[in-house]
């Protein structure tokens, strides 16, 4: 599981997160959205032990992340950044393998590490694509290979900075599911979305971050309130239900002329 | 484009290709360089001083004997040391920086050896043995190739990184220049060779002092092979699935000053060997740098032998510089690979 404490990140006189507490047990998936520059990327890199909070800490699996050595931290999460590989001469083979590093001195049947590389291929539709050269792919396809490369790592935390913004509206569902049944397996996934809709439908937890704070943490219904969406992202929203599954909707009902106005009432929630 | 067909069997029977075909190349352009020359010399003459040499045979010496063993051998080996060299540090550089452009002799590695080497000369006492300048080439190397890790992180464009790369080692080959010509001492190897290589200075006593910076400098990146892959993944990425990456990253680039350094000391500056055999190879066997590493080694030797053959008998009795020969035929395979890599927009 992941569990961060009272998390601030300031950067000169900037605050990029201000007191954030965090957590996602195994089972479970939990979503960050929020607008651009809310610090959701900032936080995902705290909790992967990439960056150093100035206040607060942030444990894995009960290891203080700022403080475990790198080898141990890569059998406890995995981490998928927003960037694509696209200089990478690698084969999507060679380079999902790459997920298994950490695991390189387990005692392993013959075979194994190559079953669960072919396995994580398949579950984000790209097997087919096995011995192409990462260049040579689409960004989306791209997205898929880096998605099994963190499957891969059979890590206990998954975290994953928009793993769907550059998937087909196919992919995305397909992807959402893999992560919902990793999550059923008992992985604890936090994943960075943009699109609401997809927290909606498919993450158990969701958490909205703006200027770095977090406003509201809980279900979707909990968090998924048109005022309160209105005024993070200074756009007039709606949430109404699903005409055809249990789940929220959300949709933007006119033209983002309301948005100066609600975008300074930022601070009141 | 898709339905690829699995090439894994046809990537090991691409390595096995490309090892026997280098390694019977290389064994064909060493016996050429020992036969060729201003002494003409047989295969049977050959044999003669290598008999000689290992107490086999006790004929009376020929002339051929001393041509051979004390001029040519030293020569062709150091060639293929320098090949060696070039090519490993070519092969980890690009692996190290996710950037098939960067060179040892293009981004001031080279220059800075020389300057190096240089220093190492004047601190060395007169007569005194030539590993004091090999010492010096391998710090030069080093420290440039560690400068160039700063840089790059802090410029993002490959190309940037190569043109500043390029400014600093017209920098220093600027400085080297007018240190050598101010000094003008006949203990300091000429402009021209910093400039251009040259291997007509090879003696045994130089060979057996450079040959162990190459070697270290093989076996460090060498012993690299699965960090330098990992690195192709970006360095965060490495660093997420366990790879040290500061502490690899500095590792390999000692190893690459290593080589770097024994290089240019014992050939001077040779351009584009670095930069065109990893290129090759890598198109021909893949990027796994278990595979990547020996091989443009084994190419870079035979590119250097190859060429210094052809320096030295094209114009004969003229020799021209080594690296003139190499900027010639690699500047054009270096504009062509950019061209297609503007092309294809990777």
Same mark, same amino acid.
Not at chain 1, 199 to 218: F, K, P, S
Not at chain 2, 198 to 223: D, E, Q
Not at chain 2, 259 to 273: D, H, W, Y
């Given at each position: 599981?992941?569990?961060?404490?009272?998390?601030?990140?300031?950067?000169?006189?900037?605050?990029?997160?201000?007191?954030?507490?965090?957590?996602?047990?195994?089972?479970?998936?939990?979503?960050?959205?929020?607008?651009?520059?809310?610090?959701?990327?900032?936080?995902?890199?705290?909790?992967?032990?990439?960056?150093?909070?100035?206040?607060?800490?942030?444990?894995?699996?009960?290891?203080?992340?700022?403080?475990?050595?790198?080898?141990?931290?890569?059998?406890?999460?995995?981490?998928?950044?927003?960037?694509?590989?696209?200089?990478?001469?690698?084969?999507?083979?060679?380079?999902?393998?790459?997920?298994?590093?950490?695991?390189?001195?387990?005692?392993?049947?013959?075979?194994?590490?190559?079953?669960?590389?072919?396995?994580?291929?398949?579950?984000?539709?790209?097997?087919?694509?096995?011995?192409?050269?990462?260049?040579?792919? /689409?960004?989306?396809?791209?997205?898929?290979?880096?998605?099994?490369?963190?499957?891969?790592?059979?890590?206990?935390?998954?975290?994953?900075?928009?793993?769907?913004?550059?998937?087909?509206?196919?992919?995305?569902?397909?992807?959402?599911?893999?992560?919902?049944?990793?999550?059923?397996?008992?992985?604890?996934?936090?994943?960075?979305?943009?699109?609401?809709?997809?927290?909606?439908?498919?993450?158990?937890?969701?958490?909205?971050?703006?200027?770095?704070?977090?406003?509201?943490?809980?279900?979707?219904?909990?968090?998924?309130?048109?005022?309160?969406?209105?005024?993070?992202?200074?756009? /007039?929203?709606?949430?109404?239900?699903?005409?055809?599954?249990?789940?929220?909707?959300?949709?933007?009902?006119?033209?983002?002329?309301?948005? /100066?106005?609600?975008?300074?009432?930022?601070?009141?929630? | 484009?898709?339905?690829?067909?699995?090439?894994?069997?046809?990537?090991?029977?691409?390595?096995?290709?490309?090892?026997?075909?280098?390694?019977?190349?290389?064994?064909?352009?060493?016996?050429?360089?020992?036969?060729?020359?201003?002494?003409?010399?047989?295969?049977?003459?050959?044999?003669?001083?290598?008999?000689?040499?290992?107490?086999?045979?006790?004929?009376?010496?020929?002339?051929?004997?001393?041509?051979?063993?004390?001029?040519?051998?030293?020569?062709?080996?150091?060639?293929?040391?320098?090949?060696?060299?070039?090519?490993?540090?070519?092969?980890?550089?690009?692996?190290?920086?996710?950037?098939?452009?960067?060179?040892?002799?293009?981004?001031?590695?080279?220059?800075?050896?020389?300057?190096?080497?240089?220093?190492?000369?004047?601190?060395?006492?007169?007569?005194?043995?030539?590993?004091?300048?090999?010492?010096?080439?391998?710090?030069?190397?080093?420290?440039?190739?560690?400068?160039?890790?700063?840089?790059?992180?802090?410029?993002?464009?490959?190309?940037?990184?190569?043109?500043?790369?390029?400014?600093?080692?017209?920098?220093?080959?600027?400085?080297?220049?007018?240190?050598?010509?101010?000094?003008?001492?006949?203990?300091?190897?000429?402009?021209?060779?910093?400039?251009?290589?040259?291997?007509?200075?090879?003696?045994?006593?130089?060979?057996?002092?450079?040959?162990?910076?190459?070697?270290?400098?093989?076996?460090?990146?060498?012993?690299?092979?699965?960090?330098?892959?990992?690195?192709?993944?970006?360095?965060?990425?490495?660093?997420?699935?366990?790879?040290?990456?500061?502490?690899?990253?500095?590792?390999?680039?000692?190893?690459?000053?290593?080589?770097?350094?024994?290089?240019?000391?014992?050939?001077?500056?040779?351009?584009?060997?670095?930069?065109?055999?990893?290129?090759?190879?890598?198109?021909?066997?893949?990027?796994?740098?278990?595979?990547?590493?020996?091989?443009?080694?084994?190419?870079?030797?035979?590119?250097?032998?190859?060429?210094?053959?052809?320096?030295?008998?094209?114009?004969?009795?003229?020799?021209?510089?080594?690296?003139?020969?190499?900027?010639?035929?690699?500047?054009?395979?270096?504009?062509?690979?950019?061209?297609?890599?503007?092309?294809?927009?990777?």
């Amino acid at each position: 599981m992941v569990r961060a404490e009272e998390i601030a990140y300031r950067r000169g006189n900037a605050t990029l997160i201000d007191r954030v507490m965090l957590t996602a047990d195994r089972g479970e998936v939990l979503s960050i959205v929020g607008p651009n520059g809310a610090g959701k990327t900032t936080l995902l890199r705290i909790l992967a032990g990439d960056l150093i909070p100035s206040t607060g800490r942030a444990w894995v699996q009960n290891v203080d992340v700022s403080r475990a050595d790198l080898q141990h931290l890569s059998q406890l999460r995995a981490y998928l950044g927003p960037k694509g590989l696209s200089d990478n001469p690698f084969t999507v083979r060679d380079v999902v393998t790459m997920g298994r590093h950490p695991h390189r001195r387990a005692m392993l049947e013959t075979g194994e590490h190559e079953a669960i590389v072919e396995s994580a291929m398949e579950r984000t539709d790209v097997l087919a694509l096995a011995s192409r050269p990462i260049h040579s792919l /689409s960004t989306g396809e791209q997205q898929r290979v880096g998605l099994a490369r963190v499957i891969a790592q059979e890590t206990p935390v998954l975290l994953l900075d928009e793993p769907t913004s550059a998937l087909d509206i196919g992919h995305q569902e397909k992807v959402m599911g893999v992560l919902r049944s990793l999550a059923r397996d008992g992985t604890a996934v936090v994943v960075i979305l943009h699109d609401l809709n997809l927290a909606a439908a498919h993450t158990d937890r969701m958490m909205l971050l703006h200027e770095g704070r977090a406003v509201a943490v809980g279900s979707p219904a909990e968090v998924l309130n048109s005022e309160r969406l209105s005024t993070v992202y200074g756009q /007039s929203i709606q949430v109404t239900t699903h005409p055809h599954r249990d789940c929220l909707l959300v949709l933007t009902v006119e033209a983002s002329e309301a948005s /100066s106005e609600a975008g300074t009432a930022g601070p009141s929630l | 484009m898709n339905g690829p067909i699995d090439d894994t069997g046809a990537r090991s029977r691409r390595r096995a290709t490309a090892t026997t075909a280098l390694g019977l190349a290389l064994l064909a352009v060493v016996a050429l360089g020992l036969l060729s020359g201003a002494v003409a010399a047989s295969p049977a003459d050959l044999f003669h001083m290598l008999g000689g040499r290992l107490g086999i045979t006790d004929d009376p010496a020929r002339l051929t004997d001393s041509v051979l063993w004390a001029i040519r051998m030293p020569r062709v080996l150091s060639g293929l040391v320098v090949g060696v060299g070039l090519g490993a540090a070519g092969a980890a550089l690009q692996g190290t920086f996710r950037n098939q452009m960067a060179d040892p002799h293009l981004v001031g590695i080279s220059a800075a050896a020389g300057l190096g080497a240089v220093a190492g000369i004047a601190l060395t006492p007169i007569g005194g043995p030539p590993v004091i300048m090999m010492v010096g080439a391998a710090v030069g190397a080093v420290a440039a190739a560690l400068l160039m890790r700063r840089i790059a992180r802090r410029v993002i464009e490959s190309s940037q990184f190569i043109l500043v790369g390029l400014a600093l080692g017209l920098a220093m080959l600027a400085w080297l220049g007018a240190i050598v010509l101010a000094w003008d001492s006949p203990r300091v190897p000429t402009f021209a060779f910093w400039v251009f290589g040259g291997l007509a200075g090879s003696t045994w006593s130089t060979l057996g002092a450079g040959t162990p910076f190459v070697l270290a400098g093989l076996a460090i990146v060498a012993g690299s092979a699965r960090s330098l892959d990992l690195l192709a993944l970006g360095e965060a990425e490495a660093q997420h699935v366990g790879v040290d990456v500061d502490r690899v990253v500095a590792v390999i680039l000692v190893g690459v000053g290593l080589s770097v350094g024994g290089a240019v000391a014992l050939g001077g500056a040779i351009g584009f060997v670095g930069l065109i055999a990893p290129l090759i190879l890598r198109s021909w066997i893949g990027p796994t740098h278990r595979w990547l590493v020996p091989l443009a080694a084994l190419a870079g030797a035979m590119i250097v032998v190859a060429v210094d053959v052809s320096a030295r008998t094209v114009a004969a009795p003229v020799e021209i510089p080594v690296g003139l020969l190499t900027a010639i035929l690699g500047a054009p395979v270096f504009v062509w690979f950019l061209l297609r890599v503007g092309r294809s927009g990777t």
